[in-house]
């Protein structure tokens, strides 16, 4: 299933940056994160947010996804595997504070 609308500028300039190390269109890889699509290039729907919240501030990333979707990604195993302990702690807190209010 594709998403039928073609991205918005700030949405497309934000996962190019996030992908600049990959050639993987920006538009599949929203696909991923919405959960439209399993995959693109080598990441799937966690492992593409892993990434997310490695590289953008929070209020980047609910720019891009709706709560309710972010929600549904920031489980303990995404957040046990960030690269830094203050973004696990951080992460951890949000995700308990969505638990709450979403």
């Known amino acids: 299933m ?4 073609p991205l918005p500028p700030f949405l497309l300039s934000r ?12 538009e599949d890889c929203y696909e991923v994160l919405l959960g439209l699509k399993e995959t693109a290039g080598h990441y799937e729907q966690f492992t593409m ?28 195993q995404v957040t046990s595997k960030l690269r830094s302990r203050q ?7 949000i995700r308990n504070r969505l638990s709450v209010i979403v």
């Open 87 to 93: 973004l696990q702690k951080r992460y951890e807190y």
């Open 49 to 76: 947010f892993r990434k997310l919240l490695e590289t953008f501030p929070w209020f980047t990333i609910m720019e891009i996804l709706p709560l309710a979707r972010i929600k549904e990604l920031l489980t303990e």
């Open 15 to 26: 996962l190019e940056f996030l992908m600049w190390d990959y050639n993987i269109p920006p």
């Open 2 to 5: 594709k998403a039928t609308n």
